[in-house]
């Protein structure tokens, strides 16, 4: 019951007070740390393809284990008091999820676009996806930002909800370590291919669950909304595996169909084109307002999952 509770009050401390600069970030601590590892070991130890891996490797499981274990061992000292307790790790539970932060970013780029300041939606866009965006078009740069609130949903905000539920703030802490590893090394480019590597595929490990699950609230969201949610169900099935990503088309292929628009396509990276297939039927071309009607759909995703979440976990405790 304290780790509900601790989960409650962390989703909505979230989504009032989102990730202020202000307060130091765990996330962003734990990407110094990788920053460091990574310099150690490319200066001493990595000297052929097959020991990048084992460095990559070696580097992955110390921030798992560093990440999992603070937060474990402040809990377990703090435990002679629930109330501490359940403030603490509610605390802990709100720097873990992004819902807020997703939205406030998001929007930014839509104000921008709005007012025609296409230079400074270019740059906002650039702070939350990895794609060039130097020269994206108006209705480029509205498509990225919808296709990135529509993959985060579930690795910023269901994900994380489902790992708190089952093992609270040490297991979404380790969830969130691996997620920044993929996020900082997992490029399946020269640099980063074998040190990455193992980074990589256990993001993909994590994220599988999650990503389905998301993918069946956001359905249920868009029927709450009163989106388009049958074709919602009809591209998911369809172009769920339309991404290099095992994880990555779920959540996406759900918000083009939900919203009758074609995400995804070929991007530029680093100066290079990237070939990718599309998620979605170009029903319509995609608007300014798909960037609210998405982060509408990402909100109601994330009070669904963690309504059903806390209530499933609160049925099994009370049966067990």
């Known amino acids: 019951m304290e780790l509900t509770i601790s989960i409650a009050i962390g989703f909505i401390l979230d989504l009032i007070l989102g990730d202020p600069k202000w307060l130091p970030h765990p996330v962003r601590l734990i990407g110094y740390f990788i920053a460091f590892l990574e310099r150690f070991f490319r200066r001493f130890f990595c000297k052929s393809k097959k ?6 490797m070696i580097t ?6 560093v990440s999992f274990f603070i937060p474990f061992v402040i809990l377990t000292l703090v435990k002679f008091n629930a109330v501490l307790k359940i403030g603490i790790e509610a605390f802990f539970c709100y720097q873990m999820l992004a819902a807020k932060s997703l939205k406030s970013e998001s929007m930014r780029v839509y104000r921008y676009l709005k007012i025609n300041d296409i230079q400074n939606s270019r740059k ?10 130097e020269n994206l078009t108006e209705t480029q740069i509205a498509k990225a930002t919808v296709e990135t609130i529509a993959e985060n949903t579930s690795d910023g905000v269901i994900a994380p909800l489902l790992y708190m539920a089952i093992g609270g703030a040490p297991l979404v802490f380790l969830y969130k370590a691996v997620n920044t590893l993929d996020s900082m090394i997992g490029y399946k480019n020269d640099q980063y291919l074998y040190f990455g590597r193992f980074s990589a595929k256990l993001d993909d490990v994590l994220n ?9 609230f956001m359905i249920f969201s868009s029927f709450v909304l009163r989106l388009n949610y049958k074709n919602a ?9 339309n991404h290099s990503s095992p994880n990555s088309a779920k959540t996406e292929s759900v918000c083009a169909g939900a919203l009758d628009i074609m995400l995804a396509g070929d991007a530029y990276y680093f100066g290079k084109l990237v070939k990718k297939k ?6 319509r071309a995609v608007e300014i307002i798909d960037i609210c009607r998405a982060n509408k759909l990402m909100l109601t995703t994330a009070v669904t999952a963690v309504i059903v979440l806390l209530t499933v976990r609160f049925i099994i405790l009370a049966n067990c």
């Open 233 to 241: 169900i009809k591209i998911y099935w369809r172009d769920k595996y």
């Open 124 to 133: 906002y866009l650039s702070w939350i996806v990895g794609r060039d965006t």
């Open 51 to 56: 020991s990048e891996y084992i460095c990559g």
């Open 278 to 283: 599309t998620i979605g039927d170009e029903n």
């Open 60 to 65: 992955a499981l110390l921030v798992i284990s």
């Open 208 to 216: 599988f669950v999650p990503a389905v699950i998301s993918a069946y």
